[in-house]
């Protein structure tokens, strides 16, 4: 008696070619831009975070009130940078977008991001801030970390066709804050194809 066939099972997660098309043509297969991306920095920053010290003890009540109001988004930095962008008509952006890094502030349509960085966690170029005196080891492998993070980031972002814009916290101190803007505003208005609220028509 011939044995009989077993019927082959499908397997766990495996879908048939046609399926398969017919999500990456509807979008189904992609949640948002670059989500294998995102996934490969989650598991990258994970990685960092098991190799990262438990971080020392606060040496004062001032610092600890400090560490803890370390805020992911929506900082006072941030909110400043937004109002800016809304009084000069560049609005339509995104926050926190799907990317790598998450950028701040983002016009996906046009690839376009702003990073608003603080001056003393990712070590602003501008300020060449001092290390702190107290646990020394731990802050320099922070740190360093934060930077090569960041640097990262960025290239990545390129590689995905986008143009990054950093404005750090120290440029928005009142004295340089309108330079700083002056500076920045006509660039992205030329890169996201918007005029300036208030600019010249020179069309």
């Known amino acids: 008696m011939a044995a009989a066939r077993k019927k082959a099972r499908p397997v766990a997660g495996s879908r048939s070619g046609a399926k398969a098309e017919n999500d990456v043509a509807s979008g189904g297969s992609v949640a948002g831009e670059g989500s294998g991306i995102a996934e490969d920095a989650a598991e990258s920053e994970k990685a960092r975070r098991r190799k990262t010290p438990d971080a020392p003890p606060a040496t004062n009540e001032h610092v600890r009130k400090s560490m803890q109001g370390n805020k992911r988004a929506n ?18 952006y995104r926050l926190q977008w799907k990317v790598p890094g998450h950028p701040d502030i983002a016009w996906p349509g046009k690839k376009v991001c702003v990073e608003v960085r603080g001056c003393f966690w990712h070590r602003c170029p501008h300020c060449q801030l001092s290390m702190p005196k107290s646990h020394v080891e ?19 972002l390129a590689e995905l066709g986008w143009k990054v814009h950093v404005i750090w916290e120290c440029q928005l101190k009142k004295k340089v804050i309108d330079a700083t803007f002056a500076e920045l505003l006509p660039v992205l208005s030329e890169e996201l194809g918007k005029p300036l609220k208030g600019a010249p028509d020179c069309s």
């Open 138 to 156: 731990y802050w320099a492998m922070k740190f360093d970390r934060n930077v090569e993070r960041d640097a990262e980031t960025a290239a990545r």
């Open 75 to 92: 900082t006072k930095p941030e909110l400043l940078v937004r109002q800016r962008l809304r009084e000069a008509g560049l609005t339509g």
